[in-house]
């Protein structure tokens, strides 16, 4: 080939440069955002923030009732946050949106440092800088009869890092702080998968038992009072097992401050005989598939109510409890009483309700508007008598603890007479005869059942990033040298040793500070420090190190610390 044809075989220099793809260089540089450290923080503040509104808005999810309450009490408001999501704050686009990015951030972060990380554990210390005065710690050791496998024995005794290269000596330390940054992070993860999986595949529900009766309940989601299902899990497919409440015993101390719980109950497990079983509040119910947490109790009144014709009928209402002293306040409800034997129909304007409060030591006089002790030593009922339509026929939703209020202000509901405290073995007859007797009392428990696959990750997590959290704040990283040299070898100025001027000690010997130079005669050995993070005791470490390596190689090489032989030695 000749040489013009070679020229023009060569690219041509006004060939144009290919041009990269903008969407590409797009993406790559979100990526590089979005797993960016920085992007992490942030992500992970927008997600503390954007909880806030869960837990200061109702959730639907929590308590349905409570939602419905502030749709009645923010008419206008309520429907503005609706839209935005605010009652179901965790299930929202956009707070699903800040979670997801926030975990794919945190792994985009993780992989390249965990595989820089390995990495660097991998290898070995790097060589000995050059000019060892220029790092921020510097000392040379005089009359050194050492060696370098003497310094390297020194520094694995303090659990360094080393490798010996001739005469030079590398040590590194406190991969620690990299380590525990990696498992705070990764544990972070963790707790998102977590968080996910009992989200996605965890249940529970609130249930309300009282003792003493033919009323248990079976694990189905309509038998709860409130309830929560995962997305993933399927609500027939709930584990079959039967709870009845056989005994609840409490014991307070004179203060009304509760010292003992205990609540004894008949569980029924798919294919299993009924056995008995006992817990309380720090020690819950294990069944398979489930646990059953005590969340509270009280007491529910015994009233029977006696009719127009002679029948009777009982109830035992749970009377939900407003303080610590037990004092519970709810409603009986007597809706098929008055009920005409000749004909078989039922008057609605004839139904029956009590609302009040239970004392469980009522106050000797009034007023009655709160229990003295919870503990039942002056039980006491303190009931309002209502007489006319509940409104339970209408198919309205309501709650079975308090009276439909707009039945009592349309007049079809009304009051009779006056309140009346009863005790226990009391009757009060009402104006038509009828009459109301309080029997006593059964105690309730409130209970909460749930299954949460993500428990175990996020306890095992929630302790690994703990442990990680202390590495990363406690561990240093920092890197020492050692370089052995020569005996007629020369220290050049401001490298260390001991300055021209510097006077002799009584012995005829000149010490050899930091930063000083000087020739010397015998052996001796430079050392050089430098942390890789912000480490105010690294001065203090440096120095004890230099003390223990002249002393330990001085021993190693039958001399005593300061280059002198010992005794028995040749």
Request: hydrophobic letters at 40%; a neutral charge; aromatic letters at 8%.
């Amino acid at each position: 080939m000749t040489a013009v044809e070679d020229r023009s075989a060569a690219p041509s220099p006004s060939t144009p440069r290919r041009r990269p793809n903008p969407l590409l260089a797009l993406l790559r540089n979100s990526w590089r955002q979005l797993t960016s450290m920085r992007t992490a923080l942030v992500l992970l503040f927008l997600l503390a923030v954007a909880a806030v509104p869960g837990s200061v808005l109702p959730q639907r999810g929590v308590n349905p009732e409570d939602v419905d309450d502030f749709f009645v009490e923010y008419p206008q408001l309520a429907p503005r946050l609706d839209r935005l999501g605010a009652f179901e704050v965790f299930g929202s686009v956009w707070f699903s949106a800040i979670y997801l990015l926030l975990f794919t951030s945190l792994v985009g972060c993780i992989v390249p440092r965990l595989r820089e990380h390995v990495r660097a554990l991998r290898a070995v210390p790097p060589a000995v800088p050059k000019r060892l005065e220029r790092l921020p710690q510097h000392a040379v050791l005089t009359g050194h009869h050492g060696g370098p496998e003497a310094i390297a024995a020194v520094l694995r005794r303090r659990r360094w890092r080393v490798v010996v290269r001739g005469n030079e000596v590398s040590a590194e330390k406190g991969y620690l702080k990299e380590t525990g940054n990696l498992l705070f992070h990764t544990s972070l993860i963790a707790v998102l998968i977590g968080v996910a999986l009992g989200s996605w595949y965890g249940w529970s529900g609130n249930r309300l038992l009282v003792a003493g009766g033919d009323k248990g309940f079976c694990n189905t989601q309509f038998q709860y009072a409130e309830s929560k299902i995962g997305a993933r899990v399927d609500s027939p497919g709930l584990p079959p097992f039967c709870l009845t409440l056989d005994d609840f015993q409490a014991r307070f101390l004179e203060s009304g401050q509760p010292e003992f719980f205990n609540a004894t109950v008949t569980v029924t497990e798919d294919g299993q005989p009924a056995r008995r079983a006992d817990f309380s509040v720090n020690s819950p119910l294990r069944l398979d598939g489930a646990n059953v947490y005590l969340l509270g109790h009280g007491y529910a009144p015994v009233l029977r109510y006696t009719d127009r014709f002679g029948r009777t009928q009982t109830s035992a209402e749970p009377f939900l409890t407003t303080d610590n002293t037990l004092t519970g306040e709810g409603v009986a409800m007597f809706p098929d009483v008055n009920l005409d034997p000749a004909t078989g129909r039922r008057d609605p304007a004839l139904q029956v309700a009590f609302e009040g409060l239970y004392l469980p030591t009522a106050p000797e006089s009034p007023p009655y508007v709160r229990s003295q002790h919870p503990t039942e030593r002056n039980p006491a009922v303190f009931l309002i008598a209502y007489r006319g339509n509940l409104g339970l026929d209408a198919g309205i939703p309501g709650s079975v603890y308090r009276l439909d209020q707009r039945q009592i202000d349309n007049g079809r509901l009304t009051q009779l007479g006056e309140a009346r405290l009863l005790k226990p073995g009391e009757k009060w007859t009402l104006d038509d005869g009828t009459s109301v007797e309080f029997l006593g009392t059964r105690p309730f428990v409130t209970l909460s059942v749930r299954y949460d696959p993500g428990s175990t990750v996020l306890l095992v997590s929630s302790g690994v990033l703990l442990v990680g959290l202390l590495g990363s704040l406690f561990g240093r990283r920092r890197r020492v040298w050692f370089r052995v040299l020569a005996a007629d070898a020369s220290v050049p100025p401001g490298a260390g040793g001991v300055a021209a001027d510097q006077p002799a000690d009584a012995d005829g010997r000149a010490d050899a500070p930091v930063g000083r130079s000087t020739t010397v005669g015998s052996s001796l050995v430079e050392a050089g420090g430098l942390p890789r993070t912000e480490y105010p005791g690294f001065v203090d470490e440096f120095t004890a190190l230099v003390d223990e390596v002249r002393g330990g190689a001085g021993r190693a090489a039958g001399v005593d610390p300061v280059g002198g032989p010992r005794e028995g030695t040749d």
